[in-house]
């Protein structure tokens, strides 16, 4: 469905990809929305979260060579967008039904792609 629309992209390390895919098959095998399941799927979207923030905040300012006091302002920042972040999934998450989370394994696996070969 996104590859039909115009998107951004960020990449992410190989082993994140890994273990993002094999979190997701196995949280969608269990079907489960309980505890362990959702505390999972906390901890994945977290880092998926804060490489995709590194990626779009601090990349460009890394590219620029930003001193170390805009780089530390921005990693404030970074960190209080984060933490208000994660108050809001751990709320969604903790009401999250079998049904629902399916649908966001559907999603996370729609997002990650490999690397494409040139």
Same mark, same amino acid.
């Not at 060579?65 to 999934?89: T, Y």
């Given at each position: 469905?996104?590859?039909?629309? $115009? #998107?951004?992209? +960020?990449?992410?390390?190989?082993? *994140?990809?890994?273990?993002?895919?094999?979190?997701?098959?196995?949280?969608?095998?269990?079907? !489960?929305?309980?505890?362990? +399941?959702?505390?999972? *799927?906390?901890?994945?979207?977290?880092?998926?979260?804060?490489?995709?923030?590194?990626?779009?905040?601090?990349?460009?300012?890394?590219?620029?060579?930003?001193? $170390?006091?805009?780089?530390?302002?921005?990693?404030?920042?970074?960190?209080?967008?984060?933490?208000?972040?994660?108050?809001?999934? #751990?709320?969604?998450? !903790?009401?999250?039904?079998?049904? $629902?989370? +399916?649908?966001?394994?559907?999603?996370?696996?729609?997002?990650? #792609?490999?690397?494409?070969?040139?």
């Amino acid at each position: 469905m996104l590859k039909q629309q $115009s #998107h951004i992209v +960020a990449p992410i390390p190989d082993e *994140l990809r890994t273990r993002a895919l094999y979190t997701v098959n196995e949280l969608r095998e269990r079907g !489960k929305a309980d505890k362990e +399941a959702i505390d999972k *799927l906390f901890e994945l979207i977290v880092e998926l979260t804060e490489s995709g923030l590194d990626f779009f905040f601090l990349e460009p300012l890394r590219r620029l060579n930003a001193s $170390s006091m805009m780089m530390g302002m921005a990693r404030m920042g970074i960190s209080s967008m984060l933490k208000g972040s994660k108050m809001v999934v #751990h709320k969604v998450l !903790k009401k999250l039904d079998d049904k $629902s989370l +399916a649908a966001i394994l559907d999603f996370i696996d729609e997002i990650i #792609h490999e690397p494409e070969q040139g």
